[in-house]
């Protein structure tokens, strides 16, 4: 029994290390894997800016508008003379609200 398991695992051992070789057998160039996409990103980009030859219908061309953005008023300028003339308000007192005294609170008053 002990020679069959043995022979399962060297087995399993071997078709692991022949998996790993097969994956390594490929050629993996990572710089070269980043220089075709982008190329491949830029490619499309180059021919649509590249200019109208001679001879072409420039009404085929159809240019794109500018995209019209509205902002908002801007604020008025600020003067700082306005900002020291005028007077600081004075700050309003705060009235605070009155105890009210609790009837229990007299009684244990008057019974100690």
């Known amino acids: 029994m002990r020679e069959a398991e043995l022979h399962d695992l060297k087995k399993q051992v071997e078709d692991v290390g022949g998996s790993v070789q ?12 980043i220089r075709e ?22 009404a085929a061309a159809t240019p794109v508008a500018d995209p019209v953005i509205q902002l908002p008023e801007p604020p008025p300028p600020f003067d700082p003379a306005e900002l020291a003339a005028a007077p600081e308000p004075a700050p309003e007192p705060v009235a605070k609200p009155k105890r009210t005294r609790k009837k229990a609170a007299e009684a244990d008053g008057d019974a100690a």
């Open 37 to 58: 996409e982008l190329k491949g990103v830029t490619a499309p980009a180059a021919a649509a800016t590249a200019p109208l030859a001679l001879g072409t219908d420039a």
């Open 22 to 33: 097969a994956a390594t057998k490929v050629d993996f160039n990572p710089i070269q894997t």
